[in-house]
């Protein structure tokens, strides 16, 4: 049985500016005005080394582990605040989901977020009758994006052979991840993103309702 993982960020939520409004916030606290290039980026990345760009960015001494945590928290607090006021799912989202659920794929969301932040926008869409089988998150593995331990350890948890999965990602670094992983890549032109940054993709698309099963089952060589 094929599968199909699922970035979070700018794939299925249209995170975008949330994430560019408490990113901002969180630099300007730290005496840095942070420019849309620089968090365009980054977009993606775990917290962790943009908190550490951040402090270099401002001459500051890398931070600690508690302060990095302290301020990550802060960060995705502002962040869910934000989106909590509209929830901003990607539009075609739930409609993909469960065309391909229907078709007996399983699907996955494999994202560097926060746990919690997972965990909030997948309630959401668990409220608009939207599932997934398995979740992976940037706290459950060592290494992030570019590396492929997320997207790994979410086809171990779906219970599918890496070279049988296909990913659906809107930044460089996932494309590269799911090259690494061995499974077939599909670049989403989100919010802030340019085809030109898709070049390794297997596939790319400008909104979700370009894809369905039969896009996947031809990407992975299966018969639809």
């Known amino acids: 049985m094929p599968g199909v993982i699922f970035d979070l960020d700018g794939t299925l939520v249209d995170s975008y500016s949330a994430h560019f409004h408490a990113w901002t916030s969180i630099a300007e606290d730290l005496g840095h005005t942070l420019t849309e290039p620089e968090f365009q980026r980054q977009f993606g990345l775990k917290n962790e080394p943009i908190l550490a760009e951040l402090h270099a960015w401002t001459g500051r001494t890398p931070p600690s582990d508690a302060a990095v945590a302290a301020l990550a928290d802060e960060k995705e607090r ?43 926008c997948l309630d959401r869409f668990q409220q608009s009758g939207v599932s997934f089988d398995a979740v992976a998150c940037g706290c459950d593995v060592s290494r992030g994006k570019p590396e492929p331990d997320v997207f790994l350890l979410a086809a171990d948890r779906l219970g599918v052979r890496p070279e049988a999965c296909a990913v659906v990602e809107d930044a460089s670094a996932g494309i590269e991840a799911a090259r690494r992983a061995g499974m077939a890549s599909v670049g989403l032109c989100s919010t802030g993103r340019t085809r030109d940054e898709f070049a390794g993709a297997d596939h790319v698309v400008d909104t979700l309702d370009e894809l369905g099963p039969d896009v996947f089952a031809r990407l992975l060589g299966h018969t639809a």
């Open 78 to 120: 502002r962040y869910r605040a934000r989106i909590s006021e509209v929830f901003p799912a990607m539009a075609g989202a739930g409609g993909l989901i469960a065309s391909l659920r229907g078709a007996g794929w399983k699907v996955a969301v494999g994202s560097s977020a926060p746990r919690a932040n997972i965990d909030f």
